[in-house]
């Protein structure tokens, strides 16, 4: 146990968030995700949902502000909005203030998280839930 750590980021977690590097990428996704098969470095949050997982990485991890969007999410098809989607921008402009957040269509969202750092497989029950942070410089 560490002091100042949220109790549902694991050490696994943390480790990868520690690693990572400014302009590093990583995925939290829902449980409907193709994590496995990514062939990406995973880590398991099983039980854990996108919002609370989301909150405690911004506690720990800064967005990169050299970017237009250090955020992004996937596309949902029709034009209604995900309803977590609002519960994602509550979040991130409480914990990092006012940042642009970009919508990548379903394939192509798939193809960049291919190329993140990691991704953090949840078991997030609403769809269209995977975001994408673009981790900041630490000062």
């Known amino acids: 146990m560490l002091n100042g750590i949220p ?3 694991s050490p696994d ?3 990868v968030l520690m690693e990572m590097g400014h302009g590093d990428e990583i995925v939290i996704t829902d449980g409907n995700y193709p994590a496995t098969s990514s062939g990406n ?3 398991r949050c099983i039980g854990l949902g996108v919002p609370e997982l989301l909150e405690s990485i911004l506690t720990l991890m800064p967005l990169d502000d050299y970017v ?3 955020v992004a999410m996937m596309e949902a098809p029709g034009s209604e909005e995900p309803p977590i989607w609002a519960t994602y921008r509550k ?4 914990k990092c203030g006012d ?3 970009s919508h990548i269509e ?3 969202f798939i193809e960049r998280a291919r190329r993140t750092y990691a991704i953090v497989a949840t078991s997030e029950e609403a769809t269209y839930a995977n975001i ?3 981790k900041g410089v630490v000062s």
């Open 7 to 9: 109790k549902n980021v």
């Open 13 to 15: 977690l943390l480790k």
């Open 41 to 43: 470095l995973l880590v």
């Open 68 to 70: 237009e969007s250090p």
């Open 91 to 94: 979040i991130i402009a409480e």
């Open 99 to 101: 940042v642009r957040i």
């Open 106 to 108: 379903h394939d192509a």
């Open 132 to 134: 994408l942070l673009r």
